[in-house]
């Protein structure tokens, strides 16, 4: 048989996935992060990150090329196991434990797009972000200190696992990126009188953009030579973060494809 079987709550790999799921600096720890679903499960293999799988045994069937799998640990549990693993609000029938991979230095040499995320909170925002990003062709993500946990199990959902593919580098100093980096530095704020569409935004660009509630800090702001804010002709006075990043960068690809 090539799937283990597990069939106590109180298992050290059940206890584990459970402590993953919750804690950031455990993942950080291990290197380790939970995924839930057959989509994730999918792409995690896609990418060589899978390193454990967990299937209910009611769907042993349906997941059996993946449990038969010769370089994946896999096992089987009972609903009662995959419910306490499962802290989603959804049903799952398949979860994987995968590798973090070990993040690189910024190489300034290389002129590219970024996109800086100061003090971001919320993981279905920060999902959509790097969706956003995927889409407008933009593979290098920054995040400061204070970021929700890229591999939050609710980032993973919301992203549909496609940090998998992305350049993430965590608790950057944004400061010293701005310095650092050869290209257009473009902050949003509403604190400005210039346009977003004023800009040119054919060259490579660094978007900074900040906490769902405060923005972009004074400090950090002040740093940035260029910025810009969304015009908008109605009465709301902001957009939620994740759609301003998707107006910004949208703009930056109609002008490159046009």
């Known amino acids: 048989m090539p799937y283990k079987t597990i069939e106590?709550?109180?298992?050290?790999?059940?206890?584990?996935?459970?402590?993953?799921?919750?804690?950031?600096?455990y993942r950080k720890e291990l290197g380790l992060a939970v995924i839930y679903g057959a989509h994730l499960v999918d792409e995690a293999i896609k990418h060589n990150i899978l390193e454990n799988v967990i299937v209910v045994d009611s769907s042993i069937a349906k997941f059996n090329n993946i449990l038969e799998n010769e370089h994946l640990t896999s096992y089987v549990v009972t609903q009662n196991i995959i419910e306490k693993i499962n802290l989603l609000d959804s049903f799952v029938e398949i979860v994987g434990v995968i590798r973090l991979p070990q993040e690189q230095l910024?190489?300034?040499?290389?002129?590219?797009?970024?996109?800086?995320?100061?003090?971001?909170?919320?993981?279905?925002n920060l999902g959509t972000i790097l969706r956003v990003a995927m889409a407008c062709g933009i593979?290098?993500?920054?995040?400061?200190?204070?970021?929700?946990?890229?591999?939050?199990?609710?980032?993973?959902?919301?992203?549909?696992?496609?940090?998998?593919?992305?350049?993430?580098?965590?608790?950057?100093?944004?400061?010293d990126f701005v310095t650092n980096y050869l290209g257009k530095v473009i902050a949003t704020t509403?604190?400005?009188?210039?346009?977003?569409?004023?800009?040119?935004?054919?060259?490579?660009?660094?978007?900074?953009?900040?906490?769902?509630?405060?923005?972009?800090?004074?400090?950090?702001?002040?740093?940035?030579?260029?910025?810009?804010?969304?015009?908008?002709?109605?009465?709301a006075e902001s957009l939620n973060i994740a759609m301003a990043v998707?107006?910004?960068?949208?703009?930056?690809?109609?002008?490159?494809?046009?």
Not at 8 to 22: A, C, E, G
Not at 106 to 124: A, C, F, M, S
Not at 194 to 220: C, P
Not at 246 to 258: G, H, L, Y
């Open 139 to 175: 593979n290098s993500i920054c995040l400061s200190a204070n970021c929700v946990d890229i591999y939050n199990p609710k980032v993973i959902r919301s992203s549909q696992g496609l940090q998998f593919g992305l350049n993430i580098y965590t608790n950057i100093d944004l400061y």
């Open 106 to 124: 910024i190489d300034y040499t290389i002129v590219k797009d970024y996109i800086l995320l100061e003090n971001i909170q919320d993981p279905g």
């Open 190 to 235: 509403p604190h400005t009188d210039k346009n977003l569409y004023d800009y040119n935004l054919k060259q490579s660009i660094a978007w900074v953009f900040g906490n769902e509630g405060a923005g972009v800090t004074s400090e950090l702001l002040a740093k940035v030579n260029n910025l810009a804010k969304i015009p908008m002709i109605g009465q």
């Open 8 to 25: 106590s709550r109180d298992n050290t790999l059940i206890k584990k996935i459970v402590k993953l799921s919750q804690s950031s600096s």
């Open 246 to 258: 998707t107006v910004c960068v949208f703009e930056m690809a109609r002008q490159r494809i046009c």
